[in-house]
């Protein structure tokens, strides 16, 4: 079973803490939420294999270590994990997927309640987690689960995966993402049989959510729920992007778009008090997305591309 103390990137960056920044191992441990004998292991096993000699070494076994520290610092985020870009969108999403998998093995802790929302990215996210370490998880989706396309892609479908894979629980949420109007709406949130899912919202330990944006390839137009003129509407509205079909834009204001959802599941502004809400997602063409989530403070925790962090740092250049 792998340990905490062979995760590699957690050791630099504990080392890079407590040597170059001059924290002390109490701080270090309860920044990044492992206890302190955790960090003095770490230490020690940094020395031994030679990754620290006085100060430390190979930080470029990180590439984007620096750029990650200016994301967090910038946009006052909790964490950030950058990976290569690449070519086609689809080689990109199993990048995070492979690389967000790692992040939450040593991240989800023992007796957790963990969010889950919907999407591409989200399933090869799931699909990548093969050594989990925690026990007693609890999975509950953060939006409606039922449809009739891409049943893979739906909330309930990866938060009840993600419970087998942790031998942990999940709490269904028997629902679509999205009903006609809002008065049906009122009506499924006043079903007994959601107060389950919908009462753990206040207590999510942890959420992940894929971030996306309105274009004919996203998840909310291959699951069905939003037809094409509804995604001209929103574009021409200047939607900057969505997080469980709910619409902000790029200074993360949802208001002018409520509205358009009447989606059954966790109110975006609910995200805000999750202690640890990763938002996972990649490519230029999501730069604003990314920002109005970051800038609406729905996402502490950032797992997305160079191309596109570079951009975050530079201002959104690259997009112009």
Request: glycine letters at 8%; aromatic letters at 8%.
């Amino acid at each position: 079973m792998k340990k905490v103390v062979d995760d590699v990137r957690l050791m630099i960056k504990v080392c890079d803490l407590y040597y170059n920044q001059n924290l002390g191992q109490a701080k270090i441990a309860e920044e990044l939420r492992i206890s302190r004998p955790t960090v003095s292991r770490l230490l020690s096993t940094a020395r031994e294999q030679e990754i620290v000699k006085i100060t430390v070494s190979d930080l470029d076994t990180i590439r984007y270590w620096e750029l990650e520290r200016r994301l967090k610092e910038m946009y006052h985020l909790k964490d950030a994990m950058i990976v290569d870009s690449k070519a086609t969108g689809e080689e990109l999403k199993e990048s995070l997927g492979w690389a967000a998998g790692r992040y939450l093995e040593y991240n989800i802790k023992d007796g957790y309640t963990v969010g889950v929302s919907m999407g591409s990215t989200l399933y090869q996210v799931v699909s990548h987690i093969t050594q989990p370490q925690a026990k007693n998880v609890t999975f509950v989706p953060l939006i409606g689960g039922l449809g009739q396309l891409r049943m893979e892609l739906h909330s309930n479908n990866l938060a009840e995966s993600l419970s087998r894979i942790y031998e942990g629980s999940f709490v269904p949420l028997y629902a679509p993402a999205r009903v006609s109007s809002a008065a049906v709406r009122a009506e499924f949130m006043r079903e007994e049989s959601m107060a389950a899912a919908l009462g753990l919202e206040s207590r999510l330990d942890m959420a992940i959510v894929g971030i996306g944006y309105p274009n004919e390839q996203s998840s909310i137009k291959a699951t069905g729920y939003f037809e094409e003129n509804e995604m001209e509407s929103l574009i021409e509205r200047k939607v900057a992007g969505e997080i469980c079909m709910q619409f902000y834009d790029e200074s993360g204001d949802a208001a002018p778009y409520r509205n358009d959802n009447n989606v059954i599941g966790m109110e975006l502004n609910k995200l805000r008090k999750v202690p640890c809400s990763i938002g996972i997602a990649g490519g230029i063409e999501k730069l604003k997305a990314l920002k109005g989530a970051m800038q609406g403070h729905y996402i502490n925790i950032l797992i997305t591309d160079f191309q596109c962090a570079q951009a975050l740092i530079q201002g959104g250049k690259f997009y112009e």
